[in-house]
């Protein structure tokens, strides 16, 4: 397995105990959707390694204490202490309307409600307090505040998305 082929579900964050339980902090807006899950792959030295999943309790903050196949001791579990842990991206659920995970608006053509076409979306600035839209128009960077209300319609078949910035923000970036 590929990362290209997978989506990034968290990090292993702490011991849990010293029978081989960890911590999995989920990175994912609804921890609840990973709740059943059977294995995942953790990258070991650049290499996705498959794990298996024998229990699962989602705790509070997007933490989840796991136990993993044949990680039965505090050494094994210590070796997978901060790696990262990846699905394949036929788990990832499906969403529709204006929720859209990062990678997958990537690239598209955006366009502002006022000032039309105003670049290219070359990534989601995932500042936990503040997320930002970076676009690129003609060599120069605007960045939008992700907030509630911004994106206000997303046409996936033609990869574009539409937003709403605040009055003057695009402006200060084209002068």
């Known amino acids: 397995m590929n990362k290209a082929d997978c989506f ?7 011991l849990h105990g010293f029978k081989g339980e960890v911590s999995l902090f989920l990175d994912v807006t609804n921890p609840d959707d990973y709740k059943s899950i059977g294995s995942f792959f953790i990258d070991i030295d650049n290499t996705l390694t498959p794990f298996f999943v024998e229990t699962i309790r989602i705790k509070h903050k997007g933490f989840a204490t796991i136990k993993l196949k044949d990680v039965d001791d505090e050494f094994n579990a210590r070796s997978l202490l901060r790696k990262e842990v990846y699905l394949p991206m ?19 053509k955006v366009f502002d409600e006022r000032k039309g076409h105003i670049g290219e979306l070359k990534s989601v600035i995932d500042l936990k307090l503040n997320p930002l839209l970076q676009i690129v128009q003609n060599k120069k960077e605007i960045l939008i505040p992700l907030i509630k209300g911004s994106v206000t319609k997303i046409d996936r078949v033609n990869k574009e998305l539409c937003i709403k910035a605040p009055d003057g923000l695009i402006d200060l970036y084209l002068q």
């Open 8 to 14: 990034y579900l968290g990090y292993i964050s702490k």
């Open 90 to 108: 036929k788990f990832l659920p499906k969403l529709e309307g204006v929720n859209f995970y990062d990678h997958e608006v990537i690239g598209f």
